[in-house]
């Protein structure tokens, strides 16, 4: 299927095609193929896409979790840190906290990732919220924290994830939330309602290359229903393949606020993409 898919991708549109190679990598990291997922990202090295702040993040950060590749990491930095028209993106924000832990500089990622989970909850972007909590989460385990505070973030995370049917994050982080789960169970149990502690056992027992199995999604539409009217308006031009600057102009906003609204789409609608974002909008 994947082989067919690159095939058909070939004479399609650079944009398309980049959200291609990040959900190649993403499901080539999931399953354990990291030969693969490194064969990809040095491959996206080389093109002008790579210069873009937001498309690096999404792919790089898998190698980074890695600890492998310090010289993408630092080229990354460069990127984020000089780039003059870099726009305030989140999944920019998780690499470069994790970037600088791994640096040796704790005390500014975790004093980041606090404020990306606040400004998280503040959007109501719950994709990004579980993300957050589950990156201070391993943060927190690697340096031997607080294990309430540990809890507590894990509880938030499956919360918000149970509500949304979110699982990607979980397997990503799977190494430290095992650790949490396996030490907190008996506390888990207590805490979580029936519906999440089934959920989250589901999660971490699924095979990611499968996904997880129909009982344990949740509806589409919730998804689609939780966005607000401006943001349905963007994705219905996002279906009708307008580019950001296009949808601007018909909605009379700026190119950065379109950028904003559909970040807020990708985290409601647990997707990356457009072409994910269209394929699940079609789909209710």
């Known amino acids: 299927m994947l ?27 999931i399953i354990g193929e990291d030969n693969k997922t ?10 002008e896409a790579f210069e873009n702040s937001y498309f690096s993040a999404r792919l790089l950060r898998y190698p980074i979790y890695r600890g492998q590749h310090p010289e ?3 080229k990354f ?18 690499l470069y906290i994790s970037i600088l832990f791994e640096q040796g500089k704790p005390e500014q ?17 719950k994709l990004k919220i579980v993300e957050g909590d589950l990156l201070k989460l391993r943060l927190l385990v690697t340096t031997n924290g607080d294990q309430r505070v540990i809890q507590n973030l894990f509880i938030e995370a499956v919360s918000y994830a149970t509500e949304n049917c979110i699982a990607n994050p979980f397997w990503f982080e799977y190494q430290s939330v095992m650790v949490v789960f396996k030490e907190g169970q008996t506390v888990f149990k207590n805490e979580f309602s029936k519906e999440a502690y089934s959920f989250i056992v589901r999660v971490l027992a699924a095979d990611p290359k499968c996904g997880l199995s129909e009982k ?19 994705l219905a031009e996002l279906a009708e393949g ?19 609204h559909i970040n807020n789409i990708y985290g409601k609608l647990e997707v990356n993409n457009r072409v994910a974002t269209v394929n699940k909008s079609k789909a209710i």
């Open 3 to 29: 082989e067919n898919t690159r095939k058909m991708m070939a004479n399609l549109p650079t944009n398309i095609l980049r959200a291609y190679q990040y959900t190649l990598a993403e499901y080539y990291y």
């Open 38 to 47: 490194e064969k990809l990202l040095l491959a996206v090295i080389g093109q």
């Open 72 to 74: 993408l990491a630092r």
């Open 77 to 94: 930095v460069e990127i984020y840190e000089n780039s003059k028209d870099f726009v305030e993106n989140m999944d920019c924000e998780l």
């Open 109 to 125: 990622a975790f004093w980041l990732v606090e404020n990306l989970i606040a400004k998280a909850r503040k959007m109501q972007n």
């Open 216 to 234: 344990t999604k949740g509806p589409a539409k919730k998804q689609i229903d939780a966005l607000t009217e401006r943001e349905k308006e963007v």
């Open 242 to 260: 307008c580019t950001n600057l296009q949808i601007a102009e018909k909605l009379c906003v700026s190119l950065a606020t379109v950028k904003t």
